[in-house]
């Protein structure tokens, strides 16, 4: 059967092999995101009035996860952030001997305690309803760009530092799409091995092509997770053997192969700690936004004898992103250990090979809990740019700021729940076909034995599912819009 290539797509294909089109995508983002610091700076702090916090709390968010589930890691591809990446490089390769590499150790060790670090101090200093607070983000996301690719090399600031970079790489473990060989027997016979070895200065097959930053071997890559999608494999192979390719979303997680730049996910400490973090945040991130939080907080305060919000909210992260993560994983590993028969599997080694299928729980749960903000609010950009239009003297019409919802308010649950049910069914098909990658299939009891290994972790997904679903009927916050809080249901 003939397979799904983007690149061969007309129109599509085209622009996409163009050298140029990821600064064509990257300068227009380059821009808005200009305006959203100078709104977040200058304008109105009142967070529905103002781009910067419409913008990157209300669509940004909803429109990345979108893109994760259709196509795959598309705003690494159009990254503002890749601009002073590469103004730090070329400073880097003239001032700095080309940097030194990160320490092996890292990995993704930083990018994880950012992320926790980021999670908590989102909903303590209330990020979403602070336009000046977003907009420093974003300039302390340029700068922190600009500086770690001036001193350190290897696409530094994306693989091991950038957390919506890690979120991306979590995200598109779920995506139908993946940059790869479309014929091995070609990389084979290639003996100069440009995907991974061109540089403006040797390469001669295609003029001004690199090679991948992050060391993803073609030949040997697997998956989408540390990449970026920037394309650059695909102008420097002579042979045009690299395609946007399609494929069975989820289905990186179903084997363990050694993957080029990664190694195997198994063994990956860092990624299994970023996938459970960023599978169990899902749900404390949506949590964090519903009424029950708010009395668990007082109660709290009250048990601590803190007048402050801050200690009662640190232990609920303390609790929802560590110590509950740690612990369901660890009994699932245990109860994969025991049921399967197998002395062998120690707990470790059946948390770090199964950990993974909890992956598209966690993005169906990131998926509804954006889409109710997107579908609520969506509509909400166009009073806003107007009254930024209007603020800068170039729109003199009625701001209409009765806009803000892109469907009816009982079509929400309904939509929620059906992408909760789409990440459960998906966890629930990668945590068996982990199971059957891991047990002997030749036994005469191997389907017993794939039902025994992958019913804790099962287990554990219906639980999450029904958690998510408790969390998607309390009342939510409508967060980045004029509205008042939704009703049960929404």
Same mark, same amino acid.
């Given at each position: 059967?003939?397979?799904?290539?983007?690149?061969?797509?007309?129109?599509?294909?085209?622009?996409?092999?163009? *050298?140029?089109?990821?600064?064509?995508?990257?300068? /227009?983002?380059?821009?808005?995101?200009?305006?959203?610091?100078?709104?977040?700076?200058?304008?109105?702090?009142?967070?529905?009035?103002?781009? +910067?916090?419409? #913008?990157?709390?209300?669509?940004?968010?909803?429109?990345?996860?979108?893109?994760?589930?259709?196509?795959?890691?598309?705003?690494?591809?159009?990254?503002?952030?890749?601009?002073?990446?590469?103004?730090?490089?070329?400073?880097?390769?003239?001032?700095?001997?080309?940097?030194?590499?990160?320490?092996?150790?890292?990995?993704?060790?930083?990018?994880?305690?950012?992320?926790?670090?980021?999670?908590?101090?989102?909903?303590?200093?209330?990020?979403?309803?602070?336009?000046?607070?977003?907009?420093?983000?974003?300039?302390?996301?340029?700068?922190?760009?600009?500086?770690?690719?001036?001193?350190?090399?290897?696409?530094?600031?994306?693989?091991?530092?950038? /957390?919506?970079?890690?979120?991306?790489?979590?995200?598109?473990?779920?995506?139908?799409?993946?940059?790869?060989?479309?014929?091995?027997?070609?990389?084979?016979?290639?003996?100069?091995?440009?995907?991974?070895?061109?540089?403006?200065?040797?390469?001669?097959?295609?003029?001004?092509?690199?090679?991948?930053?992050?060391?993803?071997?073609?030949? *040997?890559?697997?998956? #989408?997770?540390?990449?970026?999608?920037?394309?650059?494999?695909?102008?420097?192979?002579?042979?045009?053997?690299?395609?946007?390719?399609?494929?069975?979303?989820?289905?990186?997680?179903?084997?363990?192969?050694?993957?080029?730049?990664?190694?195997?996910?198994?063994?990956?400490?860092?990624?299994?700690?970023?996938?459970?973090?960023?599978?169990?945040?899902?749900?404390?991130?949506?949590?964090?936004?519903?009424?029950?939080?708010?009395?668990?907080?007082?109660?709290?305060?009250?048990?601590?004898?803190?007048? +402050?919000?801050?200690?009662?909210?640190?232990?609920?992260?303390?609790?929802?992103?560590?110590?509950?993560?740690?612990?369901?994983?660890?009994?699932?590993?245990?109860?994969? *250990?025991?049921?399967?028969?197998? #002395?062998?599997?120690?707990?470790?080694?059946?948390?770090?090979?199964?950990?993974?299928?909890?992956?598209?729980?966690?993005?169906?749960?990131?998926?509804?809990?954006?889409?109710?903000?997107?579908?609520?609010?969506?509509?909400?950009?166009?009073?806003?740019?107007?009254?930024?239009?209007?603020?800068?003297?170039?729109?003199?019409?009625?701001?209409?700021?009765?806009?803000?919802?892109?469907?009816?308010?009982?079509?929400?649950?309904?939509?929620?729940?059906?992408?909760?049910?789409?990440?459960?069914?998906?966890?629930?098909?990668?945590?068996?076909?982990?199971?059957?990658?891991?047990?002997?299939?030749?036994?005469?009891?191997?389907?017993?034995?794939?039902?025994?290994?992958?019913?804790?972790?099962?287990?554990?997904?219906?639980?999450?599912?029904?958690?998510?679903?408790?969390?998607?009927?309390?009342?939510?916050?409508?967060?980045?819009?004029?509205?008042?809080?939704?009703?049960?249901?929404?």
């Amino acid at each position: 059967m003939r397979q799904l290539d983007l690149l061969t797509w007309p129109l599509l294909g085209p622009f996409l092999k163009w *050298r140029h089109a990821r600064a064509a995508m990257q300068v /227009p983002i380059l821009l808005l995101a200009a305006l959203v610091v100078f709104d977040g700076l200058a304008g109105p702090q009142l967070a529905p009035k103002n781009l +910067a916090t419409v #913008n990157v709390w209300l669509l940004y968010r909803g429109a990345v996860v979108l893109a994760l589930l259709i196509a795959g890691n598309l705003f690494c591809m159009a990254c503002p952030f890749m601009l002073p990446r590469q103004a730090g490089r070329w400073l880097r390769e003239r001032c700095f001997g080309g940097g030194k590499p990160v320490p092996v150790g890292l990995r993704k060790w930083l990018a994880i305690g950012l992320l926790v670090i980021f999670f908590y101090c989102y909903e303590l200093f209330s990020l979403w309803a602070s336009p000046w607070l977003t907009a420093w983000l974003i300039v302390g996301y340029f700068l922190a760009a600009f500086t770690v690719d001036t001193f350190f090399r290897g696409a530094a600031f994306c693989k091991h530092l950038c /957390p919506v970079g890690q979120f991306n790489f979590f995200g598109s473990l779920v995506s139908p799409l993946e940059i790869r060989t479309r014929d091995q027997a070609t990389c084979t016979a290639c003996r100069t091995k440009d995907c991974i070895t061109a540089s403006p200065k040797v390469n001669r097959s295609v003029s001004g092509a690199r090679g991948c930053e992050l060391w993803l071997f073609q030949q *040997r890559k697997s998956g #989408n997770m540390d990449c970026t999608f920037c394309l650059d494999c695909i102008h420097a192979c002579p042979y045009n053997n690299i395609g946007m390719i399609g494929r069975v979303p989820t289905s990186e997680l179903w084997t363990d192969p050694h993957r080029s730049g990664v190694g195997r996910f198994s063994r990956r400490h860092d990624l299994v700690a970023l996938v459970v973090l960023l599978s169990f945040g899902a749900f404390i991130n949506a949590f964090a936004m519903i009424k029950p939080v708010y009395v668990l907080q007082a109660q709290l305060a009250r048990w601590l004898g803190a007048s +402050a919000r801050a200690p009662g909210l640190a232990l609920v992260f303390l609790v929802g992103l560590v110590l509950l993560p740690a612990l369901s994983v660890t009994l699932a590993g245990l109860g994969t *250990r025991l049921l399967s028969g197998s #002395n062998r599997v120690s707990a470790t080694a059946a948390i770090g090979r199964y950990a993974y299928a909890l992956v598209p729980m966690g993005f169906g749960m990131w998926l509804a809990h954006y889409a109710f903000h997107f579908l609520t609010g969506g509509l909400t950009i166009v009073p806003v740019v107007q009254s930024f239009l209007a603020d800068v003297g170039l729109f003199g019409g009625r701001v209409q700021w009765g806009l803000g919802p892109l469907v009816p308010a009982e079509w929400l649950f309904p939509i929620e729940a059906i992408l909760l049910y789409c990440g459960a069914t998906g966890s629930l098909i990668a945590a068996f076909q982990i199971a059957r990658d891991q047990l002997d299939d030749r036994s005469p009891d191997a389907r017993q034995a794939v039902m025994r290994a992958a019913l804790p972790w099962a287990a554990l997904v219906l639980l999450m599912l029904a958690v998510g679903l408790w969390i998607l009927v309390q009342p939510m916050e409508m967060r980045g819009t004029m509205m008042m809080p939704a009703p049960a249901g929404g």
